[in-house]
């Protein structure tokens, strides 16, 4: 079980990945990656800030965060003691 942290959804989105992280994440079974609900509102408020000054920008990360909760559907995790200390 992996927990995929934000910085690492925001990686493989960019369109220069960094290559190490793109393999390591191939080598991972679907079924083994999590979102938390932490990185939801992190991808969110970065819509937010960015609707003021870029909106043609904000509506592709809309877009790409809709596919994500699509993607990840039944493997998004709140947040919980449990989680916290995994």
Do not use: N
Request: proline share 2%; net charge positive.
């Amino acid at each position: 079980m992996f927990l995929i942290d934000t910085m690492v959804l925001s990686e493989l989105r960019r369109r220069q990945r960094d290559a190490g992280v793109v393999a390591w994440v191939r080598e991972q079974r679907q079924e083994d990656c999590f979102l938390s609900v932490v990185s939801i509102g992190e991808v969110e408020r970065g819509i937010a800030r960015k609707r003021g000054g870029d909106p043609a920008f904000a509506a592709q990360l809309a877009g790409w965060l809709d596919q994500l909760l699509r993607l990840y559907g039944d493997r998004l995790l709140p947040v919980d003691v449990g989680v916290a200390r995994r």
